[in-house]
């Protein structure tokens, strides 16, 4: 692969881009606006054309392609899935000032990491395999904080998805990290959440653009739903110190977490969305339960604990429509057929109660801010300084922890 003459720069050898995104509700959309907007901010129209094969092998690996002019200036992008929370894989190629819209070249992407994945999933193709899939045509006004000697991007784009005939909108808060601990991130993104009401969501323009793209390819469109995030192996080296396997442990649950409070508060949930993302939330509190105590520093330990308490209350909320599911579509079925008596589900609030859905709970802004203290803990644990006394491996402690955990368990079955 040998890059066009067209690229005027590149943004050297690619990295990975620390970001959090935020859908905001129609209602704060003013709010938001006028919070971001000072006199300060730069506002940008973006127009961008999102690039992949006919048997959509860049989606399938999580990479996203486009060419996006940003006033004269065209700038090649490559995406790539990153870490599923705030991390995530970009290289950036700003091309010649141009009236006329230039050429995707994936050669541009040659020697990065993102690059790399990208020749893999195109097995060998060129440019020419490529295809137009979705636009994007948003108004962007960003400016930068600086927060406890961090620096953070605010970025408000407004505007929509385009694929065939279909459209979808387009109003999300992004708060990129451009210097500073991530902790000052999710702090920054916490304050903000509960002051406009926004919700986290992981999932990117890109994922929701080749969404668009599929049901404005089908005949009849039909909802748009993606499978339910299960559980995955929590992964970490063979002699990660205890802190490091807790930071390991509350990444792999809030993986499984999120991308489902995301179709649930997006409105595209589905029952086993809400029954993963319980799981999900089990996990999260049992690590931070069981494990909270091999943070590195007295206050993460007592911050494990806090959250831990403070995510019981979502979990129980959710906890009732998970059981309305599980009873209307198995239980009462089998019951009836049974010969049991008809069963009717829960009526419906009385006018001027509020009705608490899955989708309301996530919506809201709590749930999310919770999350981004967990992100904080597992950040701030992962950072075991070299100096600390050597503990044991992080195996031989689980091996305690279980021990005790399992100990109480058969207590509590001979109960």
Not at 242 to 269: D, K
Request: with cysteine; hydrophobic share 45%; proline share 7%.
């Amino acid at each position: 692969m040998r890059a066009s003459g067209q690229a005027v720069d590149t943004a050297g050898a690619g990295g990975v881009e620390v970001e959090l995104k935020f859908q905001v509700r129609e209602p704060a959309l003013a709010a938001v606006r006028r919070a971001v907007a000072t006199a300060s901010a730069e506002r940008q129209r973006l127009e961008a054309v999102y690039v992949d094969t006919d048997d959509r092998a860049l989606s399938k690996a999580g990479l996203a392609l486009r060419l996006r002019r940003e006033g004269a200036r065209w700038v090649q992008t490559l995406k790539g899935r990153g870490d599923g929370l705030a991390g995530r894989l970009e290289h950036e190629c700003p091309l010649a000032d141009s009236t006329e819209m230039p050429a995707i070249d994936p050669a541009r992407h040659e020697g990065t990491d993102v690059g790399a994945l990208l020749w893999e999933a195109l097995a060998g193709q060129g440019a020419a395999a490529l295809r137009p899939v979705y636009r994007t045509d948003v108004l962007r006004t960003k400016r930068v904080l600086r927060v406890g000697g961090a620096r953070i991007e605010l970025a408000l784009d407004e505007g929509e998805l385009r694929a065939g005939e279909l459209r979808a909108p387009v109003r999300e808060l992004e708060f990129e990290l451009l210097a500073g601990s991530p902790r000052a991130l999710a702090a920054t993104a916490a304050r903000w959440a509960l002051r406009h009401g926004l919700w986290w969501d992981v999932r990117t323009k890109s994922e929701r653009g080749f969404r668009l793209a599929r049901l404005a390819a089908e005949a009849t469109p039909g909802p748009d739903t993606v499978p339910a995030t299960g559980a995955a192996a929590v992964r970490f080296a063979v002699q990660a110190r205890p802190a490091e396997a807790l930071a390991a442990a509350v990444q792999a649950s809030l993986r499984q977490v999120l991308p489902n409070l995301a179709e649930i508060a997006g409105g595209s949930g589905q029952p086993e969305h809400l029954h993963q993302l319980r799981v999900g939330l089990r996990r999260l509190r049992t690590v931070l339960r069981l494990f909270g105590p091999w943070a590195p520093t007295a206050g993460l330990r007592e911050e494990a604990q806090r959250l831990e308490a403070a995510l019981r209350g979502p979990f129980a909320a959710l906890g009732a429509a998970r059981d309305g599911d599980v009873l209307a579509g198995g239980l009462w079925p089998r019951l009836h057929a049974a010969g049991a008596p008809p069963w009717q589900p829960p009526a419906a609030p009385a006018s001027g109660e509020s009705a608490v859905s899955p989708q309301r709970i996530l919506a809201a802004p709590e749930p999310s801010t919770l999350l981004l203290g967990c992100l904080a803990l597992a950040a701030d644990a992962a950072q075991v300084a070299p100096e600390m006394p050597l503990e044991a491996d992080a195996s031989l402690a689980a091996a305690t922890v279980l021990d005790g955990a399992w100990r109480a368990v058969r207590r509590d079955a001979r109960g």
